[in-house]
């Protein structure tokens, strides 16, 4: 059967905000606190109750459509069962993304939900911010909305600085200091009132955050190792910003890897977030010439 975009976009929106309302009935409370063996940092080794509760509600949302459309499922706090490399697309989770800000009770957690063909293109992005009640999707090629209305782009502002979203382990990558470098070089070519590094909680949030704000990009160097970031920390935005024209890259400017056969973690090839375009190809030329494979 033919997908219908539209239709199960709604059902992900239903899913993420089901989700929201769980996470958003724990927030501030103690809650059972796992760690994971995966990932190489504290925000990807820890998971809680809640994490378990928000991931199978969504489950539960989006289970019919795996039948009537034959879709896989890939999430974050299941085992990859590889048949996103078999069906012609699949449902991309994650439950709570930012769980260690959830944690700490500080903002940068939110529901990421996505439908990714076979070939790793996103078809359907759904960010849910519980803290800030807003909800974003997007559709291919219908565009992307938040809290139902277009998003629409802004121009660099050169009253504010150039600024970076890194994740906390960034802090203690080996090139911070070469970063910092290009990036206040990169500002002086855009006219741009300085440069400066922003540690932040959550994936998700980090992309959605640079989406209104064309001074800040994200970006994470390319890592040989199985770690870092995986395809549903990024497929729901990708899909957003493919919809807003703004950038989602690897670091060479290609596409990301959303179906990655060997492996679910992204950072083989680093990744760019931008929503203003000569800011993103400047960015690319830093990330390529400090490859830290």
Not at 62 to 80: G, I, N, Q
Not at 83 to 107: H, S, Y
Not at 184 to 195: C, D, M, Q, T
Request: with cysteine; hydrophobic share 40%; net charge neutral.
């Amino acid at each position: 059967m033919k997908m219908d975009l539209y239709a199960l976009c709604q059902l992900a929106i239903q899913a993420a905000l089901l989700a929201g309302k769980i996470i958003d009935d724990y927030r501030g409370q103690n809650v059972k606190t796992d760690h994971k063996t995966v990932g190489g940092s504290e925000a990807s080794q820890v998971v809680t109750e809640v994490d378990h509760k928000a991931q199978q509600a969504i489950i539960q949302t989006l289970k019919p459509t795996l039948a009537l459309y034959d879709l896989a499922l890939l999430a974050e706090e299941s085992t990859d069962d590889g048949m996103r490399l078999e069906k012609q697309a699949f449902w991309c989770i994650d439950p709570m993304d930012g769980t260690l800000a959830f944690i700490k009770n500080v903002a940068g957690f939110s529901v990421s939900i996505a439908l990714v063909a076979k070939n790793g293109k996103p078809l359907i992005g759904v960010v849910y911010d519980p803290v800030e009640k807003n909800i974003y999707h997007a559709i291919k090629g219908a565009g992307a909305f938040k809290n139902n209305q277009p998003i629409n782009l802004p121009a660099l502002n050169p009253d504010l600085p150039l600024v970076l979203c890194a994740d906390i382990s960034f802090k203690k990558h080996r090139h911070l200091k070469q970063t910092q470098q290009g990036l206040e070089k990169i500002s002086a070519e855009l006219g741009l009132a300085g440069a400066m590094i922003d540690f932040r909680i959550g994936a998700v949030l980090n992309a959605i955050f640079t989406l209104s704000n064309p001074n800040i990009c994200y970006f994470k160097y390319a890592r040989s190792d199985n770690s870092g970031g995986s395809i549903w920390d990024y497929a729901a935005t990708a899909c957003l910003f493919n919809e807003t024209k703004a950038i989602a890259c690897d670091i060479y400017g290609k596409p990301m890897d959303l179906n990655r056969t060997d492996s679910s973690f992204m950072n083989h090839r680093g990744l760019i977030y931008s929503s203003a375009p000569k800011l993103a190809e400047k960015i690319i030329e830093l990330n390529q010439r400090l490859d830290t494979r």
